[in-house]
């Protein structure tokens, strides 16, 4: 099979190839020393002032900062210290509207709405000119404009241009890309190249072996099948056709993985994409990150971790390789950041870019195992909070509002810190920093927040079945919190593999390592997409309420992990789905 590009999936993803194509992309435009500014230093709060004010605003709101909560200038010192060159990402809505959402999400970007843009824009072009002459039109203070939703980036240098926006009472919110030092996974560093937080990490595992590492998924043949996923029995569901494809309604169904792209040179997730019993099906790679020159970078993954993603819930039922769980679902793969860590601006429109983009494709469900950064204000109180980010928030909103089932990572810390969390004696346990959940899986509301659990064997070494876990433990740098919904077995203690299995970001089609939230996310948006498959006709409520009754904590849910773990064999093998 030759990899299916662009054009020839242009029918189904109309919408979402416009959306990358909407980007205007500016340098920044140079001040001369002698210009005469409205807002002087005493304007400006110290990096140590901003921090401390955004810290107080999220220990008063759940443990979240969001910028529609903190004053102008705050925004504007925000600006100042943003590492994004002044970048400030604009919410905005009629005069008519009232509520963060109330109006049809999908008439967005009709004229009436590009009319508010166009009145803000020619608004802060005038303020921001008085003190800059060189700016001749206000295309030169855009940076990036979204055609699914009513936002905009402006490069704002100016105090009373975010005053004079203000005063308009058209915004919902203005937010810009600064990030304190002090967030966990800061270490993140070449990110762009391959070493951030989360890259660089699934590389392959020798020695596994089988009916501890990974099990043989056809009696008589080599088709390996990760550890974890004979727990979720799922090598029964696939026997009673629960894998991505209906073929009583035709129904291929579609996952795509927003994440840091596809590897182009895996053949097993390109040429191979559709062979075996993996037949009849496409995979589509897309990148929303802009380029900074008007344009997006290349969909290709540097980091490896969107590679493993995609593999673990799509990699196809063919020879001695590796098997994903919807092996006969569609992918859609998005580069929507360079790591899993959303610190910066490029990162922000990526992801918001990708949710906005996908909402009206006929994609059923949407992964994403990454997440803003949590800020540690002060570890030693256990002090950390998270950061919202509203444009993220508006492609969500977007995306549920046309029905997109969604799942996210609750969040993961870097291991090294993990298994210091794990080592607390129980009197310091309130010390533990996973007790945390990342953005936007903290949008309860709209998508469903996954962790992964640690396997609980008896004496023999046997796993036990899911609802007789009795004391459920988290992996140890994956986050949890009671607005986690599922859990996903991902950890083990022996063998030569103790976490999920997946694929290189190379030509190996030797097993690698992938652990923490990210993997369980992973697998969870896989089972459910192939679960959906035997129950093609019922919608995204009535498929996630069936799921949750076939999880083992239905009925009485987890403090860490919600409805619990699902059972795959359980829930297909009944005629009539539990609604």
């Known amino acids: 099979m030759k990899r299916i590009t662009t054009l020839s999936v242009a029918s189904l993803l109309t919408l979402f190839v416009a959306s990358c194509e909407q980007k205007i992309i500016l340098e920044p435009v140079s001040s001369t020393p002698d210009q005469v500014h409205a807002s002087t230093r005493t304007d400006i709060l110290t990096k140590k002032q901003l921090e401390e004010r955004m810290a107080a605003i999220a220990f008063k709101n759940n443990d979240e900062f969001d910028w529609r909560l903190a004053d102008d200038v705050m925004i504007f010192s925000g600006l100042k210290h943003a590492k994004d060159g002044n970048i400030l990402m604009i919410g905005y809505k009629l005069p008519t509207v009232k509520g963060d959402y109330g109006w049809d999400l999908n008439q967005s970007a009709t004229k009436d709405w590009l009319m508010v843009r166009e009145k803000l824009l020619n608004i802060a072009f005038e303020e921001e000119q008085k003190y800059n002459p060189k700016l001749k039109s206000p295309n030169e203070i855009l940076v990036a404009a979204s055609k699914e939703m009513p936002n905009f980036d402006l490069r704002i240098t100016e105090l009373s241009t975010i005053q004079k926006l203000r005063e308009t009472g058209l915004i919902r919110y203005m937010e810009p890309t600064f990030v304190p030092d002090?967030?966990?996974?800061?270490?993140?560093?070449?990110?762009?190249?391959?070493?951030?937080?989360?890259?660089?990490?699934?590389?392959?595992?020798?020695?596994?072996?089988?009916?501890?590492?990974?099990?043989?998924?056809?009696?008589?043949?080599?088709?390996?099948?990760?550890?974890?996923?004979?727990?979720?029995?799922?090598?029964?569901?696939?026997?009673?056709?629960?894998?991505?494809?209906?073929?009583?309604?035709?129904?291929?169904?579609?996952?795509?993985?927003?994440?840091?792209?596809?590897?182009?040179?895996?053949?097993?997730?390109?040429?191979?994409?559709?062979?075996?019993?993996?037949?009849?099906?496409?995979?589509?790679?897309?990148?929303?990150?802009?380029?900074?020159?008007?344009?997006?970078?290349?969909?290709?993954?540097?980091?490896?971790?969107?590679?493993?993603?995609?593999?673990?819930?799509?990699?196809?039922?063919?020879?001695?390789?590796?098997?994903?769980?919807?092996?006969?679902?569609?992918?859609?793969?998005?580069?929507?950041?360079?790591?899993?860590?959303?610190?910066?601006?490029?990162?922000?429109?990526?992801?918001?870019?990708?949710?906005?983009?996908?909402?009206?494709?006929?994609?059923?469900?949407?992964?994403?195992?990454?997440?803003?950064?949590?800020?540690?204000?002060?570890l030693a109180n256990n002090q950390v909070y998270r950061m919202a980010i509203n444009s993220i928030r508006d492609g969500v909103m977007l995306a549920k509002y046309n029905n997109k089932l969604m799942f996210c990572a609750a969040g993961t810390i870097p291991p090294a810190v993990g298994l210091a969390m794990e080592q607390l004696p129980s009197y310091l346990q309130n010390l533990d920093i996973r007790h945390r959940i990342i953005f936007p899986a903290s949008m309860n509301n709209e998508v469903y927040a996954v962790t992964g659990v640690q396997r609980q064997v008896n004496n023999n070494n046997a796993a036990f079945g899911l609802k007789q876990y009795t004391n459920i433990t988290t992996c140890t740098s994956c986050c949890y919190h009671n607005d986690v919904d599922f859990g996903v077995v991902m950890q083990k203690r022996t063998g030569a593999s103790k976490v999920i299995l997946s694929l290189q970001n190379d030509q190996s089609d030797i097993p690698s390592n992938f652990g923490g939230s990210s993997s369980a996310t992973a697998t969870m948006s896989a089972m459910v997409t192939a679960v959906w498959s035997k129950y093609p006709t019922l919608n995204s409520t009535e498929i996630m309420n069936h799921i949750k009754f076939h999880s083992s904590r239905y009925g009485a849910l987890h403090p860490k992990i919600g409805y619990g773990m699902l059972d795959m064999f359980e829930a297909t093998r009944y005629a009539q789905p539990a609604r």
């Open 182 to 378: 002090n967030y966990i996974g800061s270490e993140k560093g070449q990110a762009k190249s391959g070493g951030g937080f989360g890259c660089g990490e699934n590389t392959g595992v020798h020695g596994l072996r089988v009916d501890e590492d990974y099990f043989l998924a056809v009696q008589g043949t080599q088709r390996k099948v990760s550890w974890q996923l004979r727990d979720h029995n799922t090598d029964f569901a696939w026997f009673l056709g629960a894998n991505g494809y209906s073929p009583t309604a035709n129904k291929r169904f579609t996952i795509a993985y927003v994440d840091t792209g596809l590897s182009s040179i895996q053949p097993i997730m390109n040429q191979n994409f559709d062979d075996g019993d993996s037949q009849g099906r496409f995979v589509a790679s897309f990148s929303t990150v802009p380029n900074g020159r008007g344009g997006v970078i290349s969909p290709e993954d540097v980091c490896g971790h969107g590679t493993a993603s995609a593999s673990i819930g799509t990699s196809p039922s063919y020879d001695n390789k590796i098997i994903g769980v919807a092996h006969k679902a569609n992918l859609v793969s998005v580069k929507a950041a360079h790591d899993v860590l959303l610190s910066e601006w490029s990162e922000y429109r990526g992801v918001a870019d990708a949710f906005s983009g996908l909402a009206r494709t006929t994609v059923d469900v949407i992964s994403m195992s990454m997440g803003t950064v949590l800020i540690g204000y002060s």
